[in-house]
């Protein structure tokens, strides 16, 4: 099983600021790595397809990038709306991170 | 666009089953491989399985492999996810999920999920 460890576990900021949050795959899952969001009591929405192309109607300051084992998902300007939980995935065995909760101060 | 609505979620004792089904709208169901995905309360996201766009093929979590089934009707647009000797760490909420391909791919559009409780 390919193994997702995400960091940081949680995360507070105060908006405008920048976050990366990064996921670490235990054997090489290429490119098929994606981000999605979840907020709270919500349905999880993708964000980020194939490690770094937004999918459509994503907002510009959400961007991802990476390869092979090592990944990030950097928020720009950030906004209250952007608290959420986000979660990498990988389509070659289907596997999820454990997630990054990100508050907004 | 793309609609899915989960039902059949129920509260049911250890051992028992359950089928569980997803009804799809907005897009070809048929050219689009179907995911179960679920979410025991306050915890991540767990992947259960995948079902080709045929209905030919099949992959499932380990933690379910032997006790689920995944199947779907085209004709209805509908796929189902039949649970049996269900366990207590087999609650949460499943989502169903639209593949982004015919086969195996990531998941672009999710339901609102249904709620399956195991408890005696």
């Known amino acids: 099983e390919i193994v997702l460890t995400q960091s940081p576990d949680f995360q507070s900021v105060t908006p405008k600021e920048k976050i990366t949050i990064t996921c670490r795959a235990s054997?090489?899952?290429?490119?098929?790595l994606h981000w999605y969001q979840q907020k709270p009591g919500q349905t999880p929405k993708l964000l980020i397809s194939?490690?770094?192309q937004p999918f459509s109607g994503v907002s510009s300051r959400f961007s991802g990038s990476g390869s092979g084992t090592d990944f990030t998902l950097t928020i720009n300007g950030l906004e209250a709306e952007d608290a959420a939980t986000y979660y990498c995935?990988?389509?070659?065995?289907?596997?999820f991170g454990q997630g990054t909760r990100l508050d907004i101060k | 666009q793309v609609h899915l609505v989960e039902s059949g979620g129920d509260v049911v004792q250890p051992g028992r089953s359950l089928r569980i089904s997803c009804a799809a709208s907005?897009?070809?169901?048929?050219?689009?491989?179907m995911h179960w995905v679920r979410q025991a309360p306050g915890k991540g996201l767990e992947w259960v399985t995948i079902?080709?766009?045929?209905?030919?093929?099949?992959d499932y979590a380990d933690s379910v492999k032997g006790r689920f089934t995944v199947s779907r009707d085209n004709s209805k647009d509908t796929v189902s996810l039949q649970m049996n000797d269900l366990k207590p760490e087999d609650t949460g909420v499943y989502y169903c999920?639209?593949?982004?391909?015919?086969?195996?791919?990531?998941?672009?559009?999710w339901g609102q999920g249904t709620l399956v409780i195991v408890s005696s």
């Open positions: 999920a639209k593949g982004l391909s015919s086969y195996w791919s990531l998941s672009d559009y």
């Open positions: 907005g897009f070809s169901f048929s050219d689009y491989a």
């Open positions: 079902i080709s766009f045929d209905g030919k093929s099949q």
């Open positions: 054997q090489s899952v290429g490119r098929s």
């Open positions: 194939y490690a770094s």
């Open positions: 995935h990988q389509s070659s065995t289907f596997t």
